[in-house]
């Protein structure tokens, strides 16, 4: 879901079942594309362009939460964290 508390954040995954595998490409505001692979409850894959829109991707804190650059793809670190 693309910014639906009006504070220019993309919120990923809101209501998607852990269970459920995707991969998808999202078209969102301010010409932003966001693409991901969830695969067994975790974000394998996360690609944000323009990289400057990667900080104002949140995803839903059952499949991580909060977003850390590493290099072109934001990965999983221990924490759960992309």
């Given at each position: 879901m693309?910014?639906?508390?009006?504070d220019g954040?993309i919120?990923?995954?809101p209501?998607?079942?852990?269970?459920w595998?995707?991969?998808?490409?999202?078209?969102?505001?301010?010409?932003?594309?966001?693409?991901?692979?969830?695969k067994?409850?975790?974000?394998?894959?996360?690609?944000?362009?323009?990289e400057s829109?990667?900080?104002?991707v949140?995803?839903?804190?059952e499949?991580?939460?909060?977003?850390?650059?590493?290099?072109?793809?934001?990965t999983?670190?221990?924490?759960?964290a992309?």
């Open positions: 693309a910014d639906p508390y009006g954040k919120h990923l995954l209501a998607w079942p852990k269970e595998d995707v991969d998808f490409k999202l078209h969102a505001s301010e010409q932003t594309t966001v693409e991901a692979s969830v067994a409850g975790r974000v394998v894959s996360l690609k944000v362009t323009p829109r990667r900080k104002d949140i995803v839903n804190s499949f991580g939460g909060i977003l850390e650059k590493a290099d072109d793809h934001a999983l670190n221990k924490t759960g992309i």
